[in-house]
């Protein structure tokens, strides 16, 4: 594990000024992905390991963040599995899953066959990145998964989804062990971490989250017992910021019930601009790393002064914290950078940080 400032937030260590790490900081944003865009697909971007390397690192060499994160789509398990998959521009699965196609995934040694290159690819950035920065490799937690395998999209009702948990149960019996190796070749590749992004988890009732799911992230967190964080965004988006007290209802409250085999298995979690960062933070008993969450929406705005009052605004009360009570946090969004968000944002999000708490 890396001496770095993000590894250190990572492990809970208190710091003066916060490593800073954006969901998305590689893509359509970003001028240098937009040359490389033009020339090559996006399969290629992701496939190609030194092409993906030259997209992870793109925003390391412009706006120095303290850790890089594998430019790579987390669709590409259910491709290896079986399911025909392309980007026009966006993802498109050719079909939706149901038994019969089920029955005919790959074997997990063959599947995992087909996701070397993101290994490959972690080398490459390792190889690339200085010594200071963290390398962070991600994939899409189960039901994520399955969503999208189902609905072709994690947008909407979600109907037939959650209309079928005979179907995720079988599903994810064959997808958990494949993200497992995936995960472990990822930390071969050289990942200091690796995050489950379960977006789509968001729209689960508590009790759903409970039964379906949450034992299948157990079974991911004890292959890699603290060295894994989860991220989940919010289902009610209209929901006011939310308060937090105490160690249990921080998770209890984003993943809908207490863990079979316990929280601590996770190295820490990402949290959505609806929560109460601060409160987050002071929660009693509170470990592991907290990763957020300035409104992405906001550093997106075509309006420079909006841009700064709204990032004035989320960094005064972390202001007020102390090294301790600001511990194991790592600077970032509520979720990735969108489209559009103007460059000079980014570089001044980066900076105003730094600078707010020298």
């Keep these: 594990m890396t001496d770095t400032l993000f590894m250190r937030a990572v492990r809970g260590e208190p710091?003066?000024?916060?490593?800073?790490?954006?969901?998305?900081?590689?893509?359509?944003?970003?001028?240098?992905?937009?040359?490389l865009r033009a020339r090559h697909s996006f399969e290629s971007l992701c496939r190609e390991p030194e092409l993906a390397a030259e997209v992870t690192m793109g925003p390391i060499l412009d706006f120095d963040f303290d850790a890089a994160i594998l430019f790579s789509d987390l669709l590409f398990p259910l491709e290896a599995l079986g399911m025909g998959l392309k980007y026009d521009p966006g993802p498109q699965l050719d079909g939706a899953l149901d038994e019969a196609r089920l029955a005919r995934f790959r074997p997990i040694d063959e599947a995992l066959a087909r996701l070397r290159?993101?290994?490959?690819?972690?080398?490459?950035?390792?190889?690339?990145?200085?010594?200071?920065?963290?390398?962070?490799?991600?994939?899409?937690?189960?039901?994520?998964?399955?969503?999208?395998?189902?609905?072709?999209?994690?947008?909407?009702?979600?109907?037939r989804a959650k209309a079928s948990?005979?179907?995720?149960?079988?599903?994810?019996d064959r997808m958990v062990p494949l993200l497992i190796e995936n995960i472990r070749i990822q930390f071969e590749g050289g990942a200091d971490i690796v995050?489950?992004?379960?977006?789509?988890?968001?729209?689960?009732?508590?009790?759903?989250?409970?039964?379906?799911?949450?034992?299948?992230?157990?079974?991911?967190?004890?292959?890699?017992?603290?060295?894994?964080?989860?991220?989940?965004?919010?289902?009610?988006?209209?929901?006011?910021?939310?308060?937090?007290?105490?160690?249990?209802?921080?998770?209890?409250?984003?993943?809908?019930?207490?863990?079979?085999?316990?929280?601590?298995?996770?190295?820490?979690?990402?949290?959505?601009?609806?929560?109460?960062?601060?409160?987050?933070?002071?929660?009693?008993?509170?470990?592991?790393?907290?990763?957020?969450?300035?409104?992405?929406?906001?550093?997106?705005?075509p309006d420079h002064t909006t841009f700064t009052t709204a990032l004035t605004r989320f960094l005064e009360p972390m202001r007020q914290l102390d090294a301790e009570a600001r511990r194991g946090w790592i600077c970032g969004l509520g979720h990735g950078v969108l489209p559009g968000t103007p460059?000079?944002?980014?570089?001044?999000?980066?900076?105003?940080?730094?600078?707010a708490f020298a």
């Design 117 to 159: 290159f993101q290994h490959d690819a972690m080398v490459a950035v390792r190889a690339r990145l200085p010594r200071d920065k963290g390398l962070i490799g991600f994939v899409g937690g189960p039901w994520t998964l399955f969503v999208y395998a189902v609905e072709g999209t994690h947008a909407g009702p979600l109907a």
């Design 343 to 355: 460059e000079d944002h980014v570089r001044a999000f980066v900076d105003t940080v730094r600078k």
């Design 15 to 35: 710091l003066a000024v916060p490593p800073i790490w954006l969901m998305r900081q590689a893509g359509r944003y970003h001028r240098p992905y937009q040359l």
């Design 165 to 172: 948990p005979a179907l995720y149960r079988a599903f994810a």
């Design 195 to 301: 995050m489950l992004f379960d977006t789509a988890a968001g729209e689960l009732s508590a009790e759903a989250f409970r039964t379906w799911t949450l034992p299948d992230l157990d079974k991911i967190a004890a292959a890699f017992p603290n060295q894994l964080g989860y991220y989940r965004k919010s289902g009610d988006t209209n929901r006011p910021r939310r308060s937090i007290s105490g160690q249990e209802t921080v998770f209890e409250t984003i993943w809908g019930g207490k863990s079979t085999s316990g929280v601590d298995l996770f190295a820490g979690i990402g949290l959505d601009s609806h929560w109460d960062l601060p409160a987050a933070l002071a929660a009693p008993g509170r470990r592991g790393f907290i990763q957020g969450n300035f409104d992405e929406t906001a550093l997106a705005s």
